[in-house]
C-alpha cells in the first residue's frame, strides 16, 4: 500500500486530544487588565536598530492572481542591509482588496520561519475578502541555516524588520491604502519578530500575535522542532557549548535584539494575543514571558499543541478579524491617546474617500462566480460571513462572548 503524508501526523492528534480532554476543551479569556500604564518609550539606542534610509523605492510590479475580491501582485526592488549596507533584492506580495470603496486597511503578515508561504497567502485571501489589503516580505535565507550563528541571526532579523518597514514606506503611499489604519498578523516565527515590528514601526495600530513566545535563547533549547533542534546542536558542537546556561549566554552575545526586551514598548492594548497551551515547538512558558513582557494583552489561551492549532483556525481567524474591525472602525486607529505618526505620510485624496469596510453581503455570490470562472485558482477557505462589532463591546477587548461559536464548524464539537 502507498504511504500518503498526512498534513496532521497522527502522533499530533492523540496528542491533541488528550490535550482537550486534559483541559477540558476549555479557551481561557485573558482580559487587558484595568490599571494598565500604557507601554514604556522606546529607547534610542533600541529604535536605532531597525533605522534605515528613508529614500523612495520603486518596485517591479507583475500581477500573479486576481479572483472577484482582490489582485494579488509581486514586487520586487533592491535596498541596502541596515547592517552591512550590501545591497539586496527584497520581494514581497500584495493582495489589494476590491470589497469596499475608498481607502482601506492593510495588514502586515509576517512570516513563519520556513515553507513556501501557505500562511501568508491564506491570510492575504482572508483579509482582501474582507475589505482589508494585506502584504508579507519574503524571506532573504534560510534562517536555520548550519552555518549561521546567533550573531548571523541578529542581522537576519534586523534586515527583515527593516524590509518590512520599508515596503510599508511605499504601500502606505498607495491610494488605496489608508495609513492611519494599518495592522499585523504574525504566527510562531511571525509573531516573534511581530512583536519587534509592532515596537519600532509607529503606523502599526493593531497587532494580533498567534503562538509567538520571548527569550529566542531559551526557545530555541527547549524547542522539540526538528530544524530548530539540528541547529542548536550543530551550534553547540561547533562553539563546544555544555547545557542550557552556556548555550543561553552564548545565543544571548550574539542575538541581542530578543522580543523580551522591544515587548514592554508596544501598547498592549493594540494587541490580540493567542497562547497555545500545549505547545512544545515554541514553548507555552516562552509565550507566557511574551505576553507578561507586553502587558497582558487581550487574548485567548487555546488547549492545543502548535500543530494541533490548526483545529482553531477558524475560532482564530474571527477574533482576529473582529479585533481589526473594532479598532479600524471609523476610520481611526483605535488607540487611546496615541500619539501622532513620527513618519508623514501624504494625505488621501480627500474625493477618493468613501465610507470604508462596506458590508460584505454579496462575498458569497463573488466567490461562487470566481470559482465558476475557467481556469480560477481555489481560495483558501474563509470564515462565515462578517458580523459588525457589537456596540456594547468595551474598546480594546475581544469581541463579545457570541464570537466564541462562529457559525462555522471551527471548534470542536464540545465548544460549539
Given at each position: 500500500?502507498?504511504?500518503?503524508?498526512?498534513?496532521?501526523?497522527?502522533?499530533?492528534?492523540l496528542?491533541?486530544a488528550?490535550?482537550?480532554?486534559?483541559?477540558?476543551?476549555?479557551?481561557?479569556?485573558?482580559?487587558?487588565?484595568?490599571?494598565?500604564?500604557?507601554?514604556?518609550?522606546?529607547?534610542?539606542e533600541?529604535?536605532?536598530?531597525?533605522?534605515?534610509?528613508?529614500?523612495?523605492?520603486?518596485?517591479?510590479?507583475e500581477?500573479?492572481?486576481?479572483?472577484a475580491t482582490?489582485?494579488?501582485?509581486?514586487?520586487?526592488?533592491?535596498?541596502?542591509?541596515?547592517v552591512?549596507?550590501?545591497?539586496?533584492?527584497?520581494?514581497?506580495?500584495?493582495?489589494?482588496?476590491?470589497?469596499?470603496?475608498?481607502?482601506?486597511?492593510?495588514i502586515?503578515?509576517?512570516?513563519?520561519?520556513?515553507?513556501?508561504?501557505?500562511?501568508?497567502r491564506?491570510?492575504?485571501?482572508?483579509?482582501?475578502?474582507?475589505?482589508?489589503?494585506?502584504?508579507?516580505?519574503?524571506?532573504?535565507?534560510?534562517m536555520?541555516?548550519?552555518?549561521?550563528?546567533?550573531?548571523d541571526?541578529?542581522?537576519?532579523?534586523?534586515?527583515?524588520?527593516?524590509?518590512?518597514?520599508?515596503?510599508?514606506?511605499?504601500?502606505?503611499?498607495?491610494?488605496?491604502?489608508?495609513?492611519?489604519?494599518?495592522?499585523?498578523?504574525?504566527?510562531?516565527?511571525?509573531?516573534i519578530?511581530?512583536?519587534?515590528?509592532?515596537?519600532?514601526?509607529p503606523?502599526?495600530?493593531?497587532?494580533?500575535?498567534?503562538?509567538g513566545?520571548?527569550?529566542?535563547?531559551?526557545?530555541?533549547?527547549?524547542?522539540?522542532?526538528?530544524?530548530?533542534?539540528?541547529?542548536k546542536?550543530?551550534?553547540?558542537?561547533?562553539?563546544?557549548?555544555?547545557?542550557?546556561?552556556?548555550?543561553?549566554?552564548?545565543?544571548?552575545?550574539?542575538?541581542?535584539?530578543?522580543?523580551?526586551l522591544f515587548?514592554?514598548?508596544?501598547?498592549?492594548?493594540?494587541?490580540?494575543?493567542?497562547?497555545?497551551?500545549?505547545?512544545?515547538?515554541?514553548?507555552?512558558?516562552?509565550?507566557?514571558?511574551?505576553?507578561?513582557?507586553?502587558?497582558?494583552p487581550?487574548?485567548?489561551?487555546?488547549?492545543?499543541?502548535?500543530y494541533?492549532?490548526?483545529?482553531?483556525?477558524?475560532?482564530?481567524?474571527?477574533?482576529?478579524?473582529?479585533?481589526?474591525?473594532?479598532?479600524?472602525?471609523?476610520?481611526?486607529g483605535?488607540?487611546?491617546?496615541?500619539?501622532?505618526?513620527?513618519?508623514?505620510?501624504?494625505?488621501?485624496?480627500?474625493?477618493?474617500?468613501?465610507?470604508?469596510?462596506?458590508?460584505?453581503?454579496?462575498?458569497?455570490?463573488?466567490?461562487?462566480?470566481?470559482?465558476?470562472?475557467?481556469?480560477?485558482r481555489?481560495?483558501?477557505?474563509?470564515?462565515?460571513?462578517?458580523?459588525?462589532?457589537?456596540?456594547?463591546?468595551?474598546?480594546?477587548?475581544?469581541?463579545?462572548?457570541?464570537?466564541?461559536?462562529?457559525?462555522?464548524?471551527?471548534?470542536?464539537?464540545?465548544?460549539?
Amino acid at each position: 500500500m502507498q504511504n500518503v503524508r498526512a498534513t496532521v501526523p497522527f502522533r499530533a492528534i492523540l496528542a491533541a486530544a488528550a490535550a482537550l480532554v486534559a483541559g477540558g476543551c476549555s479557551i481561557d479569556r485573558l482580559q487587558l487588565p484595568a490599571d494598565y500604564p500604557g507601554p514604556k518609550p522606546l529607547p534610542r539606542e533600541l529604535a536605532a536598530r531597525f533605522e534605515y534610509e528613508r529614500a523612495p523605492i520603486d518596485p517591479e510590479i507583475e500581477t500573479i492572481e486576481e479572483t472577484a475580491t482582490y489582485e494579488r501582485f509581486r514586487g520586487a526592488y533592491r535596498a541596502p542591509c541596515p547592517v552591512t549596507n550590501e545591497e539586496r533584492r527584497v520581494v514581497f506580495e500584495m493582495w489589494r482588496s476590491k470589497v469596499g470603496e475608498g481607502p482601506r486597511p492593510c495588514i502586515v503578515v509576517v512570516p513563519i520561519l520556513a515553507g513556501r508561504y501557505p500562511e501568508c497567502r491564506h491570510l492575504g485571501a482572508l483579509f482582501s475578502a474582507n475589505g482589508m489589503h494585506a502584504f508579507f516580505v519574503h524571506r532573504e535565507e534560510d534562517m536555520l541555516a548550519p552555518e549561521n550563528r546567533p550573531s548571523d541571526l541578529e542581522t537576519i532579523v534586523r534586515r527583515a524588520v527593516v524590509n518590512v518597514r520599508r515596503t510599508l514606506d511605499w504601500v502606505a503611499a498607495r491610494p488605496e491604502v489608508d495609513p492611519a489604519r494599518i495592522g499585523l498578523c504574525g504566527i510562531s516565527m511571525g509573531a516573534i519578530g511581530g512583536a519587534i515590528v509592532a515596537a519600532v514601526e509607529p503606523r502599526i495600530r493593531r497587532s494580533v500575535l498567534i503562538m509567538g513566545g520571548g527569550d529566542l535563547a531559551g526557545i530555541v533549547w527547549r524547542s522539540r522542532e526538528r530544524p530548530v533542534l539540528c541547529w542548536k546542536r550543530a551550534l553547540a558542537r561547533r562553539l563546544d557549548l555544555e547545557g542550557e546556561e552556556e548555550f543561553a549566554a552564548a545565543f544571548r552575545a550574539g542575538f541581542v535584539s530578543d522580543p523580551l526586551l522591544f515587548a514592554p514598548h508596544v501598547d498592549a492594548r493594540t494587541v490580540l494575543q493567542f497562547i497555545a497551551r500545549y505547545d512544545d515547538r515554541v514553548p507555552t512558558e516562552n509565550q507566557w514571558r511574551l505576553w507578561e513582557a507586553l502587558g497582558r494583552p487581550s487574548g485567548f489561551s487555546i488547549p492545543c499543541g502548535h500543530y494541533t492549532a490548526i483545529f482553531w483556525v477558524g475560532f482564530a481567524e474571527e477574533q482576529a478579524l473582529a479585533f481589526y474591525r473594532e479598532g479600524f472602525a471609523g476610520g481611526g486607529g483605535g488607540v487611546p491617546g496615541r500619539p501622532a505618526l513620527a513618519t508623514p505620510v501624504p494625505p488621501a485624496d480627500p474625493a477618493a474617500r468613501a465610507a470604508p469596510g462596506a458590508p460584505l453581503r454579496a462575498r458569497d455570490r463573488q466567490r461562487a462566480a470566481a470559482a465558476r470562472r475557467p481556469g480560477a485558482r481555489r481560495q483558501p477557505a474563509l470564515i462565515g460571513a462578517p458580523r459588525e462589532p457589537a456596540s456594547s463591546a468595551a474598546p480594546h477587548e475581544p469581541a463579545p462572548d457570541a464570537a466564541l461559536r462562529p457559525a462555522a464548524p471551527a471548534l470542536p464539537p464540545g465548544q460549539r
